[in-house]
């Protein structure tokens, strides 16, 4: 039984691990994160645009990214 306790607390072991490769992924390089604010400044909140002139990148993270790093509070 004790065995089972500790199979038990690797498997939330495993959860935290896969839940910070997803925070990882909203990690950007600097290259991106000037290519994100230059396209902002062209083109807005156009985030399925800016999303297609990054490879890898969708238009929800590129808008996560940008909201969690230049949000206001108005």
Do not use: C
Request: proline share 1%; no cysteine; aromatic share 8%.
């Amino acid at each position: 039984m004790a065995d089972l306790d500790h199979t038990s607390d690797e498997s939330s072991v495993d959860s935290r691990g896969e839940s910070n490769s997803q925070d990882s992924k909203l990690e950007f390089s600097e290259d991106e994160e000037t290519l994100i604010t230059r396209m902002f400044n062209l083109v807005g909140e156009r985030w399925t645009l800016i999303a297609g002139r990054i490879p890898g990148r969708t238009a929800e993270e590129i808008e996560k990214y940008w909201t969690s790093r230049y949000s206001t509070s108005e």
